[in-house]
């Protein structure tokens, strides 16, 4: 049994999911679960994750953010190093 780490699939931000449930609701790849207790979505198989990015599209508070794979950047021409991180800016 290997320990791999997963650093793709989708990224939940606490700060804006209204715990709608569309993203649980319509993962074609079952890749969230739901957290019973705080009525919020969790991410419980990233690995299983296509990067359709769906759920971040659907996600009606822009509170997903599908991270690709390495391999996948590069297919298209994207190198690490050429990504900038942002925050989102809330609407006052
Ligand atoms: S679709 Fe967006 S707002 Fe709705 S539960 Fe999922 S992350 Fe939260
Ligand atoms: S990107 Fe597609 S496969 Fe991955 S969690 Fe979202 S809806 Fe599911």
Not at 14 to 39: I, S, T
Not at 58 to 76: G, K, Q, S, T
Request: net charge negative; glycine share 6%; proline share 9%.
């Amino acid at each position: 049994m290997y320990n791999v780490k997963i650093n793709y699939g989708p990224k939940i931000d606490y700060r804006y999911c209204n715990g709608c449930g569309m993203c649980y609701q319509n993962c074609p790849l079952d890749v969230y679960g739901w957290d019973e207790e705080k009525k919020m979505p969790t991410v419980a198989y990233p690995g299983e994750c296509s990067c359709c990015c769906l759920c971040e599209v659907m996600c009606p508070e822009m509170a997903i953010d599908v991270e690709l794979p390495l391999h996948a950047l590069l297919d298209f021409g994207i190198t690490p190093a050429s990504i900038s991180k942002y925050e989102k800016t809330p609407l006052t």
